[in-house]
């Protein structure tokens, strides 16, 4: 893990924490498996991605694998910056 995945999922922590109301034990722990992400929580799970990090998700590139932890939701993160640098 790098220290960019590490900040990365420090910040989902802190935003699922104070902004969605989700406790998450582990950056490993599936959030749709243990219901701690719903179809609610994940639509404002969109907004707040868009916010914090100016990440704009379309439908079309919605796949669930993408936000299924936090550890993938980092990934997906680190990928959309990498793709708006090139």
């Known amino acids: 893990m790098t220290m960019v995945t590490d900040s990365l ?3 989902l922590t802190t935003l699922f924490t104070k ?3 989700v406790e998450v034990p582990s950056p490993d ?3 749709l498996a243990t219901g701690r992400l719903d179809s609610v929580g ?3 799970l969109l907004v707040q991605l868009e916010k914090r990090f100016g990440l704009r998700v379309e439908l079309d590139d919605v796949e ?3 936000f299924r932890s936090l550890a993938a ?3 997906f993160i680190t990928e ?3 793709a708006r640098s090139t």
């Open 9 to 11: 999922q420090a910040e």
């Open 19 to 21: 902004r969605l109301g």
């Open 29 to 31: 722990t599936d959030l």
């Open 42 to 44: 994940f639509v404002e």
């Open 64 to 66: 669930v694998e993408h």
């Open 73 to 75: 939701i980092a990934a």
């Open 80 to 82: 959309r910056r990498a």
